[in-house]
């Protein structure tokens, strides 16, 4: 009888073993630095000095909404001021942190190395000059780009509507002083749409005397549309650069005409125009290339962008803060020189929220 073969079926298994390195695709795997444990107290250290800084300058604003604008007989205590003084500072870094927090969280889901959020105090006017964070590594594709930069936008804009909802409810309407110093508050779309809806028309003579918490929404407004100028690294850069591409550089261009434009409609665009200059000598005027630059984005994200247009429009205002000055005497007063006009650096449409010179 014969014996059976030893010999092994003649398989072919090349599917099996890997790919050569000159059959593999390209992939994209994005570097990720090994980095020594971050040290987190100094993003809480920031959040506490600014939660200190809006407060104090919160309890300054509560304390002229509760005197209706003007000066106190009785002054309110330290401990007053501070606690009411939370109505505006726990309402500003909701806003602000909700927007820094939609960029965290996306760069997560991403797996984009970014910090977490720094809130930089400042002891005047918002207490605040607003929150960032550090994205540590490129961005790859336009989809992360666009998600990241859209995220905060959105995220600080949804708080912000309910803040303002309420805060204009514990608004009223007063006479305005006749010996008022302060600035004037322009009013974004938005703003002026709710006021609107709850106080109706304000005759000249009188003003809307803000919440803090109306305040801290009136300043997530300006913050969120100032983020929404589609210029360099703001999140409007990354949403233009990945809507438009390489062509968003030369939108980058017009609105830096624009915001020299605006500095002569009103002074306090001068700071943010002058900073943001800063920003194009400093990281130039092209956006950081992603690697599919040349793949369109998909119709849902286009529409998103166009969202973005929206919330642009709806929270911008051209002159944000104009200083007040006395004239004397008011030619709607008949030139009764017994009594003083407000009137602002630069004409005014009628009449806007004020607040006093502290």
Known sequence: MDRPSQELPDFDLSPLLPPSAAEREPVWVPLQPVRPPERKWKY????????FTTTAVGGLHYASWAQDLTEATEPLSLASLMVHGLWYSLSVLAILGAHEMGHYLMCVRYGVDASLPYFLPAPF?????????????PIPTKRALFDIGIAGPIA????AIPVLWF????????????????????????????????????PRTETLNLHPMAFAAWFGLLATALNLIPIGQLDGGHIAYAVLGRRSTYLTFVMLACLVGLSFVSSSWIVWTVMTFLM???????????????????RGRRWLAAGALGMFVLCFTPAPIEVMDLVQPSPDHGGDPGIQALAPTAPSSG???LLPCA
């Open 44 to 51: 809480l250290a920031l959040l506490l000095g600014t939660l």
């Open 280 to 298: 194009i000598w400093r990281f130039g005027p092209r956006h950081p290339p992603v690697y599919d630059a040349e793949v369109p984005l998909d």
């Open 167 to 202: 805060g204009m409810r514990l608004s009223h309407v007063v006479e305005i002083p006749p010996d008022f110093q302060g600035i004037e508050l322009g009013e974004p779309l938005l703003f002026k749409a709710i006021s609107w809806l709850q106080w109706g028309t304000i």
């Open 156 to 159: 600080g804009f949804v708080v």
């Open 351 to 353: 009449p806007h929220p």
């Open 125 to 137: 006017l918002t207490g605040t000059l607003g929150a960032f964070i550090r994205i540590r590594q």
